[in-house]
Structures are given as structure tokens and as C-alpha cells.
């Protein structure tokens, strides 16, 4: 497992921009699947995104394709979620976690390393 700590949500209007931090400590994080997931009041946790272990795959949910991006530099152990055009639909807790799997899981059981959490806020 690795320790997970995310960053940089906040409060944003409607249309506004965000980019979340997640930062890993342990020397395997480049052999891990990075995702991001987010939780609303009274919902479930969902999938938001994923990258491969080296960065060259990801995937998207339908409700933020073409609007957020996920990135990771292996070499500085972080993941990144750029969130552009941000809806009020949007707001939630996201959470980064982290997965031993060369491919792109987006079941939230393959995870088995999550951050605490980071509260994204967006305003009509």
C-alpha cells in the first residue's frame, strides 16, 4: 500500500476551474493505476477518472469527459485532476486512490490505498 494525501480543493463558481493534488509516499507508486473518485452527500462513491501505472492510458466517467484530466509524474510520486468548466453537479468529496493493477480499474474494490479526502465545493 501506499499513503495518499490530496490537495488543492476548494470553492468555485459554476464554469470555474480546480486542479486536485494527490501526493504518495513509498517507492512503489509508479507500479500502481492512480484513480480519482468523488462522493456527494447522500451518494455513493463514484468513478471519476484513471491513469496507468506509466501514464500512457486513461479513462474518464461520461459525466466529466472533456472537462477534467488526470495526469501523474512518477517521478515526483503525484497524481493530478485538472477540472475545468465546473458544474454544481461536481461537487463532492474527491478522494485519490491507488491501485496495484497495469491496467485501468474503475471498480472502487481494486483500489486498496485511499487518501482522506479533499471537498470540492461549486456554486450556481
Known amino acids: 500500500q501506499v499513503q495518499l494525501v490530496e490537495s488543492g480543493g476548494g470553492l468555485v463558481q459554476t464554469g470555474g476551474s480546480l486542479r486536485l493534488s494527490c501526493v504518495a509516499s513509498?517507492?512503489?507508486?509508479?507500479?500502481?493505476?492512480m484513480g480519482w473518485f468523488r462522493q456527494a452527500p447522500g451518494k455513493e462513491r463514484e468513478f471519476v477518472a484513471v491513469v496507468n501505472w506509466i501514464g500512457s492510458s486513461t479513462s474518464y466517467a461520461d459525466s466529466v469527459k472533456g472537462r477534467f484530466t488526470i495526469s501523474r509524474d512518477n517521478a515526483k510520486n503525484t497524481v493530478l485532476l485538472q477540472m475545468n468548466n465546473l458544474k454544481p453537479e461536481d461537487t463532492a468529496v474527491y478522494y485519490c486512490a491507488a491501485a496495484p493493477w497495469r491496467g485501468l480499474p474503475i471498480d472502487p474494490a481494486k483500489f486498496d490505498s485511499w487518501g482522506q479526502g479533499t471537498q470540492v465545493i461549486v456554486s450556481s
Open positions: 513509498g517507492r512503489t507508486f509508479s507500479s500502481y493505476a
